[in-house]
Nanobody, 117 residues
Framework: QVQLVESGGGLVQAGGSLRLSCAAS????????MGWFRQAPGKEREIVSY????????YYVGSVKGRFTISRDNAKKMLYLQMNRLQPEDTAVYYC??????????WGQGTQVTVSS
């Protein structure tokens, strides 16, 4: 069983930065594709970014390209999301997720990010 715990959310002004962290335990973190998702009030959950097990390949949803950077430290079993130039539309609960095979099967509890205008 994989446990994921996010941290680093908070309240920030537009244009500011936050760094989200996700600590993993159990399972074999270094073999999983890892992702960040977010869900804003009244909206469906969407994928923000993901990174393959080696870190060689990454994906970003169009709205965050050039502003967010995903990274991982397999030795520490940590996943990160550096978020720069935050905008009010980035306000959401952000979730860390692990994909051991075809689906993201393991999820964290989420961390709130609020961007004020």
């Amino acid at each position: 069983q994989v446990q994921l715990v996010e941290s680093g959310g908070g309240l920030v002004q537009a244009g500011g930065s936050l760094r989200l962290s996700c600590a993993a335990s159990g399972g074999t973190f270094s073999t999983y594709t890892m992702g960040w998702f977010r869900q804003a009030p009244g909206k469906e959950r969407e994928i923000v970014s993901y990174i393959t097990w080696s870190g060689e390949s990454t994906y970003y949803v169009g709205s965050v390209k050039g502003r967010f950077t995903i990274s991982r430290d397999n030795a520490k079993k940590m996943l990160y999301l550096q978020m720069n130039r935050l905008q009010p539309e980035d306000t959401a609960v952000y979730y860390c997720a692990a994909r051991p095979s075809a689906r993201f099967d393991y999820w964290g509890q989420g961390t709130q990010v609020t961007v004020s205008s």
